[in-house]
């Protein structure tokens, strides 16, 4: 799985939820910085994880078999 399709799944849970990038931003997060992630380009993963906390997604790792 690439960052841009984490970054498409998670646009996908905040549409889901009913969340605007609005409501992102409100939160804290820079508008650029939603647009970047949302977009797959240039994420930095804090702000991921930051974005992923807001929206409320878990985000967890897992050993490969």
């Known amino acids: 799985m690439t ?3 984490l970054s498409k799944k998670a ?3 905040r549409k889901k939820k009913g969340l605007s990038q609005y ?5 804290g997060m820079n508008f650029g910085t939603v647009i970047a992630i ?8 804090n702000n991921f994880l930051k974005y992923c906390e807001i929206v409320g997604i878990d985000v ?3 050993e490969k078999e």
């Not at 409501?23 to 939160?27: A, E, L, S």
């Not at 949302?38 to 993963?45: A, D, P, R, T, Y």
């Open 60 to 62: 967890t790792l897992e």
């Open 23 to 27: 409501n992102i931003w409100k939160q």
């Open 11 to 13: 646009c996908e849970i």
């Open 38 to 45: 949302e977009s797959g380009k240039n994420v930095n993963l």
């Open 3 to 5: 960052i841009e399709d």
